[in-house]
Protein backbone atom coordinates (compact mmCIF):
# COMPACT_ATOMS: atom_id res chain seq x y z
CA UNK A 1 0.00 0.00 0.00
CA UNK A 2 1.52 3.37 -0.71
CA UNK A 3 2.51 5.58 2.23
CA UNK A 4 0.34 8.66 0.82
CA UNK A 5 -3.15 8.65 0.15
CA UNK A 6 -4.03 8.88 -3.69
CA UNK A 7 -6.31 11.10 -4.63
CA UNK A 8 -9.45 10.01 -6.10
CA UNK A 9 -11.78 12.64 -7.97
CA UNK A 10 -15.08 12.43 -7.19
CA UNK A 11 -18.15 13.87 -7.99
CA UNK A 12 -21.58 14.20 -6.14
CA UNK A 13 -25.00 13.72 -8.57
CA UNK A 14 -26.78 14.87 -5.12
CA UNK A 15 -25.32 17.85 -3.19
CA UNK A 16 -26.59 16.20 0.33
CA UNK A 17 -24.77 13.13 -0.53
CA UNK A 18 -21.65 12.69 2.23
CA UNK A 19 -18.25 11.92 0.38
CA UNK A 20 -17.15 8.58 1.19
CA UNK A 21 -14.49 8.48 4.00
CA UNK A 22 -12.65 5.97 6.35
CA UNK A 23 -14.43 5.66 9.93
CA UNK A 24 -11.05 4.74 11.25
CA UNK A 25 -7.13 5.26 9.76
CA UNK A 26 -6.66 1.62 9.20
CA UNK A 27 -9.78 0.75 7.70
CA UNK A 28 -9.57 -0.34 4.10
CA UNK A 29 -13.19 0.11 2.78
CA UNK A 30 -15.17 3.82 2.56
CA UNK A 31 -18.71 3.30 3.08
CA UNK A 32 -21.02 4.23 0.53
CA UNK A 33 -24.86 5.60 1.01
CA UNK A 34 -27.91 4.63 -1.01
CA UNK A 35 -29.80 7.84 -2.16
CA UNK A 36 -33.05 6.56 -2.43
CA UNK A 37 -35.12 4.60 -0.27
CA UNK A 38 -35.68 1.05 -0.63
CA UNK A 39 -37.74 -1.68 1.10
CA UNK A 40 -36.90 -5.24 0.17
CA UNK A 41 -39.29 -8.04 1.18
CA UNK A 42 -37.22 -11.58 1.95
CA UNK A 43 -35.58 -12.76 -1.61
CA UNK A 44 -35.77 -9.45 -3.32
CA UNK A 45 -32.96 -7.62 -4.83
CA UNK A 46 -32.63 -3.93 -6.01
CA UNK A 47 -29.88 -1.59 -7.52
CA UNK A 48 -29.51 1.23 -5.29
CA UNK A 49 -28.38 4.93 -6.14
CA UNK A 50 -25.19 6.20 -4.59
CA UNK A 51 -24.98 9.60 -5.66
CA UNK A 52 -21.53 9.70 -6.55
CA UNK A 53 -18.93 8.93 -9.61
CA UNK A 54 -15.35 8.86 -9.18
CA UNK A 55 -12.52 9.00 -11.89
CA UNK A 56 -9.72 6.30 -10.20
CA UNK A 57 -5.61 6.80 -11.43
CA UNK A 58 -4.82 4.05 -14.43
CA UNK A 59 -3.83 1.00 -12.92
CA UNK A 60 -6.35 1.18 -9.94
CA UNK A 61 -9.77 -0.34 -9.34
CA UNK A 62 -12.81 0.05 -7.18
CA UNK A 63 -14.28 -2.89 -5.12
CA UNK A 64 -17.86 -2.75 -3.48
CA UNK A 65 -18.00 -5.26 -0.92
CA UNK A 66 -20.89 -5.70 1.59
CA UNK A 67 -21.19 -4.62 5.03
CA UNK A 68 -20.45 -7.36 7.50
CA UNK A 69 -23.30 -5.78 10.10
CA UNK A 70 -25.90 -5.39 7.61
CA UNK A 71 -25.05 -9.01 6.62
CA UNK A 72 -25.41 -10.51 10.36
CA UNK A 73 -28.11 -8.34 11.52
CA UNK A 74 -30.38 -8.16 8.24
CA UNK A 75 -28.67 -10.88 6.29
CA UNK A 76 -28.28 -8.01 3.60
CA UNK A 77 -25.82 -9.48 0.33
CA UNK A 78 -24.90 -7.69 -2.56
CA UNK A 79 -25.42 -10.48 -5.16
CA UNK A 80 -22.62 -9.55 -7.63
CA UNK A 81 -19.52 -9.30 -4.46
CA UNK A 82 -17.52 -7.66 -4.99
CA UNK A 83 -18.73 -5.34 -7.81
CA UNK A 84 -15.57 -4.38 -9.51
CA UNK A 85 -15.57 -0.15 -10.61
CA UNK A 86 -12.96 -0.05 -13.96
CA UNK A 87 -10.98 2.88 -13.79
CA UNK A 88 -12.91 4.27 -16.71
CA UNK A 89 -16.11 3.86 -15.57
CA UNK A 90 -17.54 7.52 -14.93
CA UNK A 91 -21.60 6.59 -14.16
CA UNK A 92 -22.50 6.75 -10.92
CA UNK A 93 -22.07 3.78 -8.58
CA UNK A 94 -24.64 1.13 -7.67
CA UNK A 95 -24.86 -1.31 -5.53
CA UNK A 96 -26.92 -4.96 -5.69
CA UNK A 97 -28.05 -5.59 -2.62
CA UNK A 98 -30.59 -8.37 -2.04
CA UNK A 99 -32.14 -9.26 1.53
CA UNK A 100 -31.27 -13.41 2.00
CA UNK A 101 -33.50 -13.30 5.45
CA UNK A 102 -36.15 -15.96 5.27
CA UNK A 103 -38.66 -14.18 6.91
CA UNK A 104 -38.16 -10.20 7.89
CA UNK A 105 -38.19 -7.66 5.06
CA UNK A 106 -35.15 -5.14 5.37
CA UNK A 107 -36.08 -1.00 4.70
CA UNK A 108 -33.21 1.29 3.79
CA UNK A 109 -33.92 5.16 4.25
CA UNK A 110 -31.90 7.55 2.56
CA UNK A 111 -27.96 7.70 3.22
CA UNK A 112 -28.32 4.45 5.12
CA UNK A 113 -24.72 3.20 4.53
CA UNK A 114 -25.22 -0.03 2.60
CA UNK A 115 -21.71 -0.82 1.31
CA UNK A 116 -18.21 0.19 1.18
CA UNK A 117 -15.87 0.81 -1.59
CA UNK A 118 -11.56 -0.64 -1.48
CA UNK A 119 -9.54 1.15 -3.87
CA UNK A 120 -6.69 -1.29 -5.28
CA UNK A 121 -4.13 -1.25 -7.44
CA UNK A 122 -4.66 -3.53 -10.29
CA UNK A 123 -2.36 -5.50 -12.78
CA UNK A 124 -2.70 -5.59 -16.12
CA UNK A 125 -1.77 -8.96 -17.82
CA UNK A 126 -0.91 -10.23 -21.18
CA UNK A 127 -2.40 -13.64 -21.99
CA UNK A 128 0.33 -15.51 -23.20
CA UNK A 129 -1.32 -18.56 -24.97
CA UNK A 130 1.15 -21.83 -24.57
CA UNK A 131 -0.08 -25.96 -25.39
CA UNK A 132 0.84 -26.48 -21.65
CA UNK A 133 0.79 -24.80 -18.27
CA UNK A 134 4.02 -25.47 -15.81
CA UNK A 135 3.24 -28.05 -13.41
CA UNK A 136 2.29 -27.00 -9.68
CA UNK A 137 1.47 -29.02 -6.49
CA UNK A 138 -2.09 -28.29 -6.49
CA UNK A 139 -2.58 -29.36 -10.13
CA UNK A 140 -6.02 -29.42 -10.99
CA UNK A 141 -6.96 -29.77 -7.92
CA UNK A 142 -10.02 -27.50 -6.72
CA UNK A 143 -13.98 -27.28 -5.55
CA UNK A 144 -13.11 -28.77 -2.24
CA UNK A 145 -10.03 -31.53 -2.96
CA UNK A 146 -7.97 -30.53 0.46
CA UNK A 147 -11.12 -31.25 2.39
CA UNK A 148 -13.24 -29.51 4.85
CA UNK A 149 -16.34 -28.77 3.03
CA UNK A 150 -19.99 -29.24 4.12
CA UNK A 151 -21.24 -33.04 4.15
CA UNK A 152 -24.67 -32.78 1.58
CA UNK A 153 -28.01 -33.84 2.92
CA UNK A 154 -27.84 -37.58 4.08
CA UNK A 155 -24.43 -37.87 5.08
CA UNK A 156 -23.23 -38.77 8.28
CA UNK A 157 -20.31 -35.65 8.38
CA UNK A 158 -18.26 -35.93 11.88
CA UNK A 159 -14.70 -35.50 10.38
CA UNK A 160 -14.25 -32.29 10.54
CA UNK A 161 -16.69 -31.29 8.57
CA UNK A 162 -19.57 -29.01 8.01
CA UNK A 163 -22.55 -30.50 7.74
CA UNK A 164 -25.99 -29.21 6.34
CA UNK A 165 -29.27 -30.15 5.38
CA UNK A 166 -31.52 -33.45 7.74
CA UNK A 167 -27.46 -34.35 9.06
CA UNK A 168 -27.77 -31.24 11.32
CA UNK A 169 -30.86 -32.22 12.86
CA UNK A 170 -29.65 -35.77 13.14
CA UNK A 171 -26.86 -34.88 15.68
O1 LIG B 1 -21.46 -3.25 -8.16
C1 LIG B 1 -21.19 -2.60 -9.18
C2 LIG B 1 -20.54 -3.18 -10.28
C3 LIG B 1 -20.30 -2.38 -11.40
N1 LIG B 1 -20.67 -1.06 -11.42
C4 LIG B 1 -20.37 -0.23 -12.58
C5 LIG B 1 -18.87 0.14 -12.61
C6 LIG B 1 -18.28 -0.79 -13.59
O2 LIG B 1 -17.12 -0.23 -14.20
C7 LIG B 1 -19.43 -1.01 -14.56
C8 LIG B 1 -19.40 -2.32 -15.26
O3 LIG B 1 -19.37 -3.34 -14.30
P1 LIG B 1 -19.12 -4.87 -14.72
O4 LIG B 1 -17.98 -4.96 -15.67
O5 LIG B 1 -19.05 -5.66 -13.47
O6 LIG B 1 -20.51 -5.22 -15.41
P2 LIG B 1 -20.81 -5.88 -16.82
O7 LIG B 1 -22.08 -6.59 -16.66
O8 LIG B 1 -19.62 -6.66 -17.31
O9 LIG B 1 -21.07 -4.58 -17.69
P3 LIG B 1 -20.18 -3.97 -18.89
O10 LIG B 1 -20.55 -4.77 -20.09
O11 LIG B 1 -20.64 -2.54 -18.97
O12 LIG B 1 -18.74 -4.10 -18.51
O13 LIG B 1 -20.62 -0.94 -13.77
C9 LIG B 1 -21.30 -0.49 -10.31
O14 LIG B 1 -21.63 0.69 -10.30
N2 LIG B 1 -21.54 -1.28 -9.24
MG1 LIG C 1 -17.66 -5.76 -17.66
Known sequence: MSPLPVD?????????????GYAHP?????DLVTTEPAELAPGERAVLPTGVSIALPEGYAAFVH???GLAARCGVAMVNAPGT???GYRGEIKVIVVNLDPRESVRFERF?????????QVEKV???????LPGSARAEGGFGSTGGHAAVDGT??????AS????????
Open 8 to 20: VLIRRMDPEVPVP
Open 26 to 30: GDAGA
Open 66 to 68: PRS
Open 85 to 87: IDA
Open 112 to 120: DRIAQLVVQ
Open 126 to 132: RFQEVAE
Open 156 to 161: TGGNGY
Open 164 to 171: VGSDREGR
